[in-house]
């Protein structure tokens, strides 16, 4: 079983080091109508997995699109964060808004398997013998994925004004930090 990637190269060959062959990632030469008509997809390809990719295209976006909806492939994301800060004030879209298309498209967001998904929280929490939650505190700058993770998990949080959320942010939410920080300094 393979995977159709819309992600980076370095997600690809991770997924490689683990024994997983994704397909897709990578640049796509841009399609036509009657070229997508035509399109004949891998049938070994059971998943499509949407990651942060900077080579998203209308095409690889169709081909996923195809391979869930006519072909049954389960479709995965990798998270939902809306922005991606890089530092400063300047933001991205971050991969839940570039996926927002293709989840429109669909009638679905797919299985997360990201922020604010638990599943994370349990794959580390089982793979470090976490036991005592705590004992954990969950440290972001995102009240709709980093900080609603925690909630999911049942871990603190902390928010940090350093990134996207700002303080009349928290304010407004109905998501709601255990702590509120100006910098991560602040935990030392």
Do not use: W
């Not at 006519?70 to 570039?98: H, K, N, W």
């Amino acid at each position: 079983e393979k995977i159709f990637l819309m992600g980076s190269n370095g997600f690809s060959s991770v997924l490689k080091e683990c024994g997983v062959e994704a397909v897709g990632h990578g640049v796509h030469e841009p399609m036509d109508l009657h070229s997508f008509s035509t399109f004949q997809p891998d049938p070994t390809v059971k998943f499509v997995v949407g990651g942060f990719d900077p080579q998203l295209t209308h095409t690889k976006m169709t081909k996923a699109f195809i391979y869930v909806r006519e072909f049954g492939a389960e479709y995965i994301c990798t998270s939902q964060d809306l922005v991606y800060p890089m530092g400063g004030s300047r933001l991205l879209p971050g991969v839940g808004s570039v996926l927002a298309g293709l989840t429109a498209a669909l009638g679905h967001t797919g299985k997360v398997i990201g922020k604010p998904s638990p599943i994370f929280f349990d794959i580390v929490a089982r793979e470090h013998g976490i036991t005592d939650k705590s004992r954990v505190l969950m440290v972001g700058d995102n009240l709709l994925t980093d900080i609603q993770f925690a909630a999911n998990s049942g871990i603190d949080s902390a928010v940090v004004y350093t990134g996207v959320t700002k303080p009349k942010d928290v304010t407004e939410s109905a998501v709601k930090p255990t702590y509120c920080l100006n910098s991560v300094a602040e935990l030392l």
